[in-house]
Protein backbone atom coordinates (compact mmCIF):
# COMPACT_ATOMS: atom_id res chain seq x y z
CA UNK A 1 0.00 0.00 0.00
CA UNK A 2 1.53 3.27 -1.14
CA UNK A 3 1.05 5.44 2.34
CA UNK A 4 2.36 2.82 3.79
CA UNK A 5 5.03 1.91 1.97
CA UNK A 6 6.37 5.56 2.49
CA UNK A 7 5.33 5.75 5.92
CA UNK A 8 7.66 2.50 6.66
CA UNK A 9 10.79 4.22 4.03
CA UNK A 10 10.76 6.99 6.11
CA UNK A 11 10.84 5.68 9.73
CA UNK A 12 14.20 3.68 8.32
CA UNK A 13 15.42 6.62 7.40
CA UNK A 14 14.70 8.91 10.57
CA UNK A 15 15.59 5.85 12.71
CA UNK A 16 12.52 6.03 14.45
CA UNK A 17 9.65 3.56 15.67
CA UNK A 18 7.53 6.98 16.65
CA UNK A 19 4.29 7.38 14.71
CA UNK A 20 4.85 9.40 11.11
CA UNK A 21 2.88 11.02 8.96
CA UNK A 22 3.40 12.43 5.44
CA UNK A 23 1.57 15.88 5.44
CA UNK A 24 0.19 18.04 1.93
CA UNK A 25 2.40 20.44 2.60
CA UNK A 26 5.72 22.31 2.17
CA UNK A 27 7.83 21.85 5.23
CA UNK A 28 6.53 25.49 6.79
CA UNK A 29 2.93 23.15 7.10
CA UNK A 30 5.27 20.44 9.22
CA UNK A 31 6.82 23.08 11.20
CA UNK A 32 3.63 24.93 11.95
CA UNK A 33 1.63 21.24 12.62
CA UNK A 34 4.56 20.26 15.01
CA UNK A 35 4.28 23.57 17.03
CA UNK A 36 0.64 24.30 16.77
CA UNK A 37 -0.62 20.71 18.08
CA UNK A 38 2.72 21.22 20.86
CA UNK A 39 1.15 23.94 22.09
CA UNK A 40 -1.59 26.15 23.63
CA UNK A 41 -1.68 29.74 24.87
CA UNK A 42 0.12 29.87 28.16
CA UNK A 43 2.37 26.45 26.96
CA UNK A 44 6.51 27.81 27.83
CA UNK A 45 8.44 27.21 24.74
CA UNK A 46 12.07 27.78 24.31
CA UNK A 47 12.97 28.65 20.71
CA UNK A 48 16.82 28.53 19.54
CA UNK A 49 17.39 31.11 16.49
CA UNK A 50 20.50 31.66 14.68
CA UNK A 51 19.05 32.13 11.01
CA UNK A 52 15.56 32.84 9.22
CA UNK A 53 14.15 28.86 9.79
CA UNK A 54 15.11 29.37 13.94
CA UNK A 55 13.42 32.45 13.20
CA UNK A 56 10.48 31.42 11.75
CA UNK A 57 9.93 28.85 14.71
CA UNK A 58 9.48 31.68 16.83
CA UNK A 59 7.12 33.32 14.57
CA UNK A 60 4.98 29.98 14.98
CA UNK A 61 5.67 29.78 18.30
CA UNK A 62 4.07 33.15 19.04
CA UNK A 63 0.84 32.76 16.75
CA UNK A 64 0.12 30.02 19.55
CA UNK A 65 1.79 30.47 22.81
CA UNK A 66 2.20 33.89 24.81
CA UNK A 67 4.78 32.24 26.66
CA UNK A 68 7.85 31.90 23.97
CA UNK A 69 11.46 33.09 24.49
CA UNK A 70 13.64 33.32 21.68
CA UNK A 71 17.30 32.19 22.19
CA UNK A 72 18.62 34.04 19.19
CA UNK A 73 22.39 34.78 17.89
CA UNK A 74 23.74 35.90 15.07
CA UNK A 75 22.69 34.69 11.53
CA UNK A 76 26.10 32.25 10.86
CA UNK A 77 27.04 32.33 14.37
CA UNK A 78 27.21 28.80 16.89
CA UNK A 79 24.50 28.36 19.27
CA UNK A 80 25.87 29.12 22.64
CA UNK A 81 25.11 26.02 24.90
CA UNK A 82 25.37 27.82 28.28
CA UNK A 83 23.04 30.15 27.41
CA UNK A 84 20.48 27.85 25.93
CA UNK A 85 20.72 25.86 29.64
CA UNK A 86 20.30 29.15 31.72
CA UNK A 87 17.24 29.99 29.52
CA UNK A 88 16.02 26.60 29.80
CA UNK A 89 16.27 26.43 33.69
CA UNK A 90 14.84 30.02 34.24
CA UNK A 91 12.01 29.47 31.63
CA UNK A 92 11.26 25.51 31.99
CA UNK A 93 10.18 25.34 29.04
CA UNK A 94 7.61 22.43 27.62
CA UNK A 95 9.07 22.54 24.54
CA UNK A 96 12.15 23.11 23.33
CA UNK A 97 12.75 24.19 19.18
CA UNK A 98 16.15 24.30 16.73
CA UNK A 99 16.94 23.88 13.03
CA UNK A 100 19.52 21.22 13.03
CA UNK A 101 20.53 22.08 8.74
CA UNK A 102 20.29 26.55 9.29
CA UNK A 103 20.19 26.47 5.27
CA UNK A 104 19.58 30.24 5.30
CA UNK A 105 23.08 29.86 7.01
CA UNK A 106 24.79 26.86 5.66
CA UNK A 107 25.60 25.96 9.23
CA UNK A 108 24.64 22.31 11.21
CA UNK A 109 23.78 23.00 14.88
CA UNK A 110 24.34 20.63 17.47
CA UNK A 111 21.08 18.88 17.76
CA UNK A 112 22.38 15.52 19.81
CA UNK A 113 23.70 17.68 22.70
CA UNK A 114 20.39 19.88 22.60
CA UNK A 115 18.06 17.14 22.62
CA UNK A 116 19.79 15.46 26.00
CA UNK A 117 19.86 19.31 27.14
CA UNK A 118 15.87 19.27 26.86
CA UNK A 119 15.40 16.19 28.01
CA UNK A 120 17.64 16.69 31.28
CA UNK A 121 15.25 19.71 31.89
CA UNK A 122 11.83 17.56 31.21
CA UNK A 123 10.85 19.38 27.93
CA UNK A 124 10.17 17.89 24.24
CA UNK A 125 12.45 18.84 21.69
CA UNK A 126 10.42 19.18 17.90
CA UNK A 127 14.01 19.66 15.50
CA UNK A 128 13.60 20.99 11.71
CA UNK A 129 15.31 18.48 10.01
CA UNK A 130 13.97 19.52 6.99
CA UNK A 131 17.56 19.95 4.87
CA UNK A 132 19.48 17.36 6.96
CA UNK A 133 17.30 13.78 6.87
CA UNK A 134 18.20 12.29 4.08
CA UNK A 135 21.55 14.05 3.24
CA UNK A 136 22.83 13.28 7.16
CA UNK A 137 22.33 10.42 9.38
CA UNK A 138 19.65 11.72 12.35
CA UNK A 139 18.85 9.12 14.57
CA UNK A 140 15.70 10.77 16.17
CA UNK A 141 15.16 8.43 18.29
CA UNK A 142 18.55 7.97 19.93
CA UNK A 143 18.88 11.58 20.10
CA UNK A 144 15.24 12.20 21.45
CA UNK A 145 14.13 14.16 19.23
CA UNK A 146 9.99 14.09 20.05
CA UNK A 147 9.43 15.82 16.59
CA UNK A 148 11.15 15.46 13.73
CA UNK A 149 10.30 16.74 10.35
CA UNK A 150 11.21 16.83 6.87
CA UNK A 151 10.45 18.36 3.80
CA UNK A 152 10.23 16.27 0.43
CA UNK A 153 12.07 18.95 -1.73
CA UNK A 154 15.72 18.96 0.06
CA UNK A 155 17.47 15.82 0.73
CA UNK A 156 14.92 13.19 -0.16
CA UNK A 157 15.27 14.28 -3.83
CA UNK A 158 11.21 14.09 -4.61
CA UNK A 159 9.08 16.94 -5.81
CA UNK A 160 8.16 20.05 -3.39
CA UNK A 161 4.75 19.99 -1.47
CA UNK A 162 5.01 16.96 0.62
CA UNK A 163 6.42 17.57 4.53
CA UNK A 164 6.92 14.02 6.99
CA UNK A 165 6.72 14.36 10.91
CA UNK A 166 7.81 12.23 13.58
CA UNK A 167 5.77 12.33 17.25
CA UNK A 168 7.07 10.74 20.08
CA UNK A 169 5.18 9.18 23.02
CA UNK A 170 5.55 12.33 24.88
CA UNK A 171 5.07 14.11 22.57
CA UNK A 172 1.52 12.90 22.52
CA UNK A 173 1.20 12.85 25.48
CA UNK A 174 1.71 16.67 25.75
CA UNK A 175 -1.16 17.19 23.19
CA UNK A 176 -3.56 14.76 25.17
CA UNK A 177 -2.76 16.59 28.13
CA UNK A 178 -3.77 19.77 26.22
CA UNK A 179 -7.24 17.95 25.46
CA UNK A 180 -9.98 20.38 25.83
CA UNK A 181 -8.28 23.47 24.43
CA UNK A 182 -8.12 21.91 21.62
CA UNK A 183 -10.09 24.36 19.49
CA UNK A 184 -6.87 26.00 19.00
CA UNK A 185 -4.93 23.98 17.15
CA UNK A 186 -4.69 24.03 13.41
CA UNK A 187 -7.96 21.82 11.72
CA UNK A 188 -6.17 20.90 8.77
CA UNK A 189 -3.24 19.51 10.23
CA UNK A 190 -4.76 18.13 13.11
CA UNK A 191 -1.82 15.62 14.53
CA UNK A 192 -4.69 13.72 16.15
CA UNK A 193 -6.98 13.06 12.69
CA UNK A 194 -3.49 11.89 10.98
CA UNK A 195 -3.07 9.24 13.81
CA UNK A 196 -6.52 8.04 13.69
CA UNK A 197 -6.58 7.97 9.90
CA UNK A 198 -3.60 5.87 9.96
CA UNK A 199 -5.75 3.24 11.13
CA UNK A 200 -6.81 2.75 8.04
CA UNK A 201 -3.39 3.52 6.37
CA UNK A 202 -5.27 6.64 5.01
CA UNK A 203 -4.64 10.70 5.83
CA UNK A 204 -7.46 12.55 7.24
CA UNK A 205 -8.13 14.82 4.10
CA UNK A 206 -7.49 14.09 0.08
CA UNK A 207 -3.39 13.67 -0.17
CA UNK A 208 -1.53 15.18 -3.49
CA UNK A 209 -1.94 12.15 -4.72
CA UNK A 210 0.85 12.87 -7.68
CA UNK A 211 3.40 14.02 -5.20
CA UNK A 212 2.66 10.64 -2.85
CA UNK A 213 4.01 8.58 -6.11
CA UNK A 214 7.01 10.75 -6.55
CA UNK A 215 7.56 10.61 -3.18
CA UNK A 216 7.58 6.77 -2.92
CA UNK A 217 9.94 6.23 -6.41
CA UNK A 218 11.92 9.29 -4.51
CA UNK A 219 12.54 6.93 -1.80
CA UNK A 220 12.84 3.73 -3.90
CA UNK A 221 16.04 5.62 -5.07
CA UNK A 222 17.37 6.26 -1.71
CA UNK A 223 16.91 2.52 -1.03
CA UNK A 224 18.91 1.81 -3.87
CA UNK A 225 21.73 4.03 -2.58
CA UNK A 226 21.77 3.40 0.62
CA UNK A 227 21.61 5.75 3.50
CA UNK A 228 25.48 5.40 4.18
CA UNK A 229 26.83 6.18 0.97
CA UNK A 230 24.05 8.87 0.56
CA UNK A 231 25.42 10.51 3.73
CA UNK A 232 29.12 9.96 2.57
CA UNK A 233 28.34 11.68 -0.76
CA UNK A 234 26.62 14.92 0.38
CA UNK A 235 29.57 15.14 2.93
CA UNK A 236 32.45 14.81 -0.43
CA UNK A 237 29.97 16.83 -2.40
CA UNK A 238 29.98 19.68 -0.13
CA UNK A 239 33.95 18.74 1.57
CA UNK A 240 34.77 19.44 -2.98
CA UNK A 241 32.71 22.86 -2.98
CA UNK A 242 33.97 24.26 0.30
CA UNK A 243 37.90 23.65 -0.95
CA UNK A 244 37.16 25.13 -4.30
CA UNK A 245 35.59 28.25 -2.75
CA UNK A 246 38.67 28.45 -0.34
CA UNK A 247 41.10 28.12 -3.16
CA UNK A 248 39.65 30.40 -5.32
CA UNK A 249 40.00 32.83 -2.57
CA UNK A 250 36.77 32.99 -1.26
CA UNK A 251 35.72 32.81 2.36
CA UNK A 252 32.83 30.69 3.83
CA UNK A 253 29.80 32.65 5.82
CA UNK A 254 29.45 30.37 8.90
CA UNK A 255 31.39 31.04 12.44
CA UNK A 256 31.90 27.98 14.08
CA UNK A 257 32.56 26.38 17.15
CA UNK A 258 33.57 23.16 18.60
CA UNK A 259 29.91 21.85 18.51
CA UNK A 260 28.59 23.52 14.82
CA UNK A 261 29.59 22.52 11.73
CA UNK A 262 29.87 23.71 7.89
CA UNK A 263 26.68 21.98 6.13
CA UNK A 264 27.30 19.01 3.95
CA UNK A 265 23.62 20.26 2.30
CA UNK A 266 24.41 23.87 1.36
CA UNK A 267 27.33 25.84 1.56
CA UNK A 268 26.79 29.53 2.29
CA UNK A 269 29.82 31.45 0.73
CA UNK A 270 30.31 35.05 1.15
CA UNK A 271 30.22 37.88 -1.64
CA UNK A 272 33.70 39.62 -2.07
CA UNK A 273 33.22 43.36 -1.30
CA UNK A 274 32.16 44.78 -4.86
CA UNK A 275 31.14 42.23 -6.28
CA UNK A 276 27.38 42.11 -7.52
CA UNK A 277 25.67 38.51 -6.12
CA UNK A 278 22.42 39.17 -8.29
CA UNK A 279 24.84 39.40 -11.58
CA UNK A 280 27.11 36.39 -10.35
CA UNK A 281 23.94 34.22 -10.33
CA UNK A 282 22.89 35.33 -13.57
CA UNK A 283 26.11 34.58 -15.23
CA UNK A 284 26.21 31.12 -13.87
CA UNK A 285 22.63 30.32 -14.94
CA UNK A 286 23.40 31.02 -18.49
CA UNK A 287 25.58 28.38 -17.81
CA UNK A 288 22.24 26.12 -16.74
CA UNK A 289 23.27 26.59 -13.26
CA UNK A 290 21.25 27.86 -10.44
CA UNK A 291 22.09 28.88 -6.92
CA UNK A 292 20.93 30.43 -4.82
CA UNK A 293 21.60 34.26 -2.84
CA UNK A 294 20.77 34.95 0.60
CA UNK A 295 17.56 35.23 2.71
CA UNK A 296 16.55 38.12 4.49
CA UNK A 297 19.32 40.23 5.84
CA UNK A 298 21.95 37.60 4.03
CA UNK A 299 20.81 39.35 0.75
CA UNK A 300 23.19 40.46 -1.49
CA UNK A 301 25.96 38.90 1.11
CA UNK A 302 26.44 35.47 0.84
CA UNK A 303 25.76 32.72 -2.30
CA UNK A 304 24.59 29.84 -1.46
CA UNK A 305 25.19 25.93 -3.18
CA UNK A 306 23.01 23.41 -2.65
CA UNK A 307 24.68 19.77 -2.43
CA UNK A 308 21.16 18.35 -1.23
CA UNK A 309 19.41 15.19 -2.88
CA UNK A 310 20.53 13.37 -6.03
CA UNK A 311 23.22 15.97 -7.34
CA UNK A 312 26.19 13.90 -8.67
CA UNK A 313 30.18 15.04 -8.73
CA UNK A 314 29.40 16.20 -12.65
CA UNK A 315 26.95 18.52 -11.15
CA UNK A 316 29.71 20.32 -9.01
CA UNK A 317 32.61 20.10 -11.10
CA UNK A 318 30.33 21.80 -13.76
CA UNK A 319 28.73 24.48 -10.87
CA UNK A 320 32.76 25.54 -9.88
CA UNK A 321 33.75 25.84 -13.29
CA UNK A 322 30.79 28.00 -13.48
CA UNK A 323 31.27 29.79 -10.38
CA UNK A 324 35.13 30.50 -11.58
CA UNK A 325 34.24 32.03 -14.82
CA UNK A 326 31.37 34.15 -13.24
CA UNK A 327 33.80 35.41 -10.82
CA UNK A 328 36.51 36.49 -13.57
CA UNK A 329 33.91 37.95 -15.54
CA UNK A 330 34.43 41.55 -13.72
CA UNK A 331 31.47 41.09 -11.61
CA UNK A 332 32.02 44.53 -10.56
CA UNK A 333 28.95 46.91 -9.46
CA UNK A 334 30.67 49.89 -10.05
CA UNK A 335 32.14 49.00 -13.56
C1 LIG B 1 15.64 24.53 7.50
C2 LIG B 1 14.38 24.87 6.78
N1 LIG B 1 13.25 24.93 7.48
C3 LIG B 1 12.08 25.23 6.89
C4 LIG B 1 11.99 25.50 5.53
C5 LIG B 1 10.69 25.83 4.92
O1 LIG B 1 10.32 24.82 4.04
P1 LIG B 1 9.29 25.08 2.84
O2 LIG B 1 9.84 26.19 2.02
O3 LIG B 1 9.29 23.75 2.15
O4 LIG B 1 7.98 25.42 3.44
C6 LIG B 1 13.16 25.45 4.77
C7 LIG B 1 13.12 25.77 3.35
O5 LIG B 1 14.12 26.03 2.71
C8 LIG B 1 14.37 25.12 5.41
O6 LIG B 1 15.51 25.04 4.70
Redesign the pocket.
Same mark, same amino acid.
Given at each position: MLYEEIVDALKEIFQTRNDLFVLS? /??? $???EAAIGNLLRKDTPVVCIAN? !??GD?LVEIGNRYSDNVTAVSFEWGTPIDLEEVEEAIEEKQPQVVTM +????? /?TGMLNPAQVVGTLAHKHNALLVL? $? @?? /?IGGYDVPVDSWGVDIA @?V??? !?CLGAP?GL /?AISVSERAWELMLDNGDSRVRIPYYMDLLAYRESFNKRQTPYTPALPLFFALHEALEVIREEGMTKRVERHRQLADTIRNAATTMGLTLFPVLDEVSEYSNT +?TAINVPPGLDDALLRARMRERGIMIAGGQGKLKGKIIRIATMGNITEDEVSRTILALEDALRGRIDKGE
Amino acid at each position: MLYEEIVDALKEIFQTRNDLFVLSG /SGT $CAMEAAIGNLLRKDTPVVCIANG !KFGDRLVEIGNRYSDNVTAVSFEWGTPIDLEEVEEAIEEKQPQVVTM +VHNET /STGMLNPAQVVGTLAHKHNALLVLD $C @IT /SIGGYDVPVDSWGVDIA @IVGSQ !KCLGAPPGL /SAISVSERAWELMLDNGDSRVRIPYYMDLLAYRESFNKRQTPYTPALPLFFALHEALEVIREEGMTKRVERHRQLADTIRNAATTMGLTLFPVLDEVSEYSNT +VTAINVPPGLDDALLRARMRERGIMIAGGQGKLKGKIIRIATMGNITEDEVSRTILALEDALRGRIDKGE
